[in-house]
């Protein structure tokens, strides 16, 4: 399919999809917005920071001394 001209008419939204213009299409009026419709950006993906965990110190347990009697 033919990339949408400027002010072409587009039926639906799918139809959009198809012609691959939906980000340059104005629903509403039904036609196209932008001449290079069909270009579409690349998004960049965001990284995650990983968050460290904090480690739990462990509390000693005192030995209790036997008395020897």
């Known amino acids: 399919m033919k990339t949408p001209v400027r002010g072409e008419p587009v039926t639906s939204r799918l139809q959009a999809v198809i012609r691959g213009c939906r980000h340059g299409t104005d629903l ?3 036609v196209a917005i932008s ?3 069909k270009k579409k950006k690349k998004k960049k993906k ?3 920071k990983k968050k ?3 480690k739990k110190k462990k ?4 030995k209790k001394k036997k008395k020897i009697s």
């Open 52 to 54: 460290k965990k904090k």
């Open 46 to 48: 965001k990284k995650k």
């Open 35 to 37: 001449n290079v419709a």
């Open 28 to 30: 509403k009026k039904k």
């Open 59 to 62: 509390k000693k347990k005192k």
